[in-house]
Every structure is written in C-alpha cells, then in structure tokens.
C-alpha cells in the first residue's frame, strides 16, 4: 500500500458531500478513500491505462485473421496496390 503524505482541503456543497457520505456509508470506509478511488478513475496513471488496456486485449471475442499472403494482397489493395 502506498504511503498518503499530501494532504488537501477542498470546499463542497451540502449536496455533493451528502453523496460522498452515503457511497462511504454503503461501503463501509471513509469519505476520503471514495474520493481518493473517484481522483483513480478519472485521472489514471499511466501504468492503470496501460493495465487497462491489456485486459481489454486480452478479454476481447477472437476474430478471423487471413492467412499472411491474402492479408498481403488485401493490404496492397487498401495502398493502392502499390508494394511498400
């Protein structure tokens, strides 16, 4: 776990403060942790978007690939049927 050593104030209004209160409630941890799990989800870092995005890889439905030379050949088409 990592070490919280900043700390930071900000100002809400009743409404937005009566949500954070109940998410902590339903969860049963503080308003802080919501918050901090809320700046994690809007503001990933960049490892989190890369972990993200390889589980997206890795989760997606297969899909047919052509063999090499007719990929080759379909590509050629797409270029223009220019060889690169």
Known sequence: ???LDRRVQILLDEERYRR???EARRR???VASVVREAIDRLLPS???ERMAAGRRILEAEPM????PEELRKELDEIRGGGLL
Request: glycine share 0%; proline share 12%; aromatic share 0%.
């Open 1 to 3: 776990m990592c070490m």
């Open 20 to 22: 954070l209160e109940a």
């Open 28 to 30: 049963r941890s503080s």
């Open 46 to 48: 960049d490892r989190a």
């Open 64 to 67: 047919p690939v052509p063999d």
